[in-house]
T-cell receptor
Framework: ETGVTQTPRHLVMGMTNKKSLKCEQH?????MYWYKQSAKKPLELMFV???????ENNSVPSRFSPECPNSSHLFLHLHTLQPEDSALYLC????????????????FGEGSRLTVL | QKEVEQNSGPLSVPEGAIASLNCTYS??????FFWYRQYSGKSPELIMF????GDKEDGRFTAQLNKASQYVSLLIRDSQPSDSATYLC??????????FGTGTRLQVFP
C-alpha cells in the first residue's frame, strides 16, 4: 500500500451535484490535511485534522465540508461548487501536527483533479 | 499577510551545471524552511529543510538560509534531467500552517 491514497483521481461534476473525495493514509500519522492546488497559485491549506479533531478551517466556503471519521481516513464533501473550484485537491498527512521546529514533512497523496462545469 | 515569493521560471540549465533556486518570505517570525519537489502530474515530496542561518548539504542538494535578508535558496549540483520538476519553497511560523510559494519550474537539458 502506498503511503497516502486518494480517490477518485479525476472527477467532473456539475454545479448542482454532490460528490466526495476520499483520502486514506497507511503511515500511522496523527494529522491529516486538505490542500487546494490551482494553476499559478500557491498550495492553499483548507483544513487540518489532528487525532480526528478539526483544528484549522482556513476560511473555506461552506460548500466544502470535511469529515475525519478516524485518524486514517479523511473526506471532503463537495456541494454546489463553482467553476472556480476546479483544481487539484491534495490530501496530506504528518506524524504530528506541524508546529515550530520540526521536519515539516507532509506526505501527499497523488491528488484528485476536480473539474466543475 | 504572510507571503512566500518564487520566480515561476522556467529555469533552464544544462546537464551537469548548478541550478540555483531562490525564495523570499515576508515575515521575520518565520522559523522553519522547506523545499518540496513536484514532478509533473505527481504530488509534492520533501527534499530539504533548514532552520538555522547558513548552509545545509544533503548529497547534491544544498539549502541556504539568510534570515536577515529573508531569503532561502536551493542549489542543485551536477544537475540531471531527472531533476526537472517544480520546486516549492515553504515556510512555517510555529503553527500548523506551511505557507507555500508558487514554485519554480526547473528544466535540465542534456
Amino acid at each position: 500500500e502506498t503511503g497516502v491514497t486518494q480517490t477518485p483521481r479525476h472527477l467532473v461534476m456539475g454545479m448542482t451535484n454532490k460528490k466526495s473525495l476520499k483520502c486514506e493514509q497507511h503511515l500511522g500519522h496523527n494529522a491529516m490535511y486538505w490542500y487546494k492546488q490551482s494553476a499559478k497559485k500557491p498550495l492553499e491549506l483548507m483544513f487540518v485534522y489532528s487525532l480526528e479533531e478539526r483544528v484549522e478551517n482556513n476560511s473555506v466556503p461552506s460548500r466544502f465540508s470535511p469529515e475525519c471519521p478516524n485518524s486514517s481516513h479523511l473526506f471532503l464533501h463537495l456541494h454546489t461548487l463553482q467553476p472556480e473550484d476546479s483544481a487539484l485537491y491534495l490530501c496530506a498527512s504528518s506524524q504530528e501536527r506541524l508546529a515550530g521546529f520540526n521536519t515539516g514533512e507532509l506526505f501527499f497523496g497523488e491528488g484528485s483533479r476536480l473539474t466543475v462545469l | 499577510q504572510k507571503e512566500v515569493e518564487q520566480n515561476s521560471g522556467p529555469l533552464s540549465v544544462p546537464e551537469g551545471a548548478i541550478a540555483s533556486l531562490n525564495c523570499t518570505y515576508s515575515d521575520r517570525g518565520s522559523q522553519s524552511f522547506f523545499w518540496y519537489r513536484q514532478y509533473s502530474g505527481k504530488s509534492p515530496e520533501l527534499i530539504m529543510f533548514i532552520y538555522s542561518n547558513g548552509d545545509k548539504e544533503d548529497g547534491r542538494f544544498t539549502a541556504q538560509l539568510n534570515k536577515a535578508s529573508q531569503y532561502v535558496s536551493l542549489l542543485i549540483r551536477d544537475s540531471q534531467p531527472s531533476d526537472s520538476a517544480t520546486y516549492l519553497c515553504a515556510v512555517s511560523y510555529n503553527t500548523d500552517k506551511l505557507i507555500f510559494g508558487t514554485g519554480t519550474r526547473l528544466q535540465v537539458f542534456p
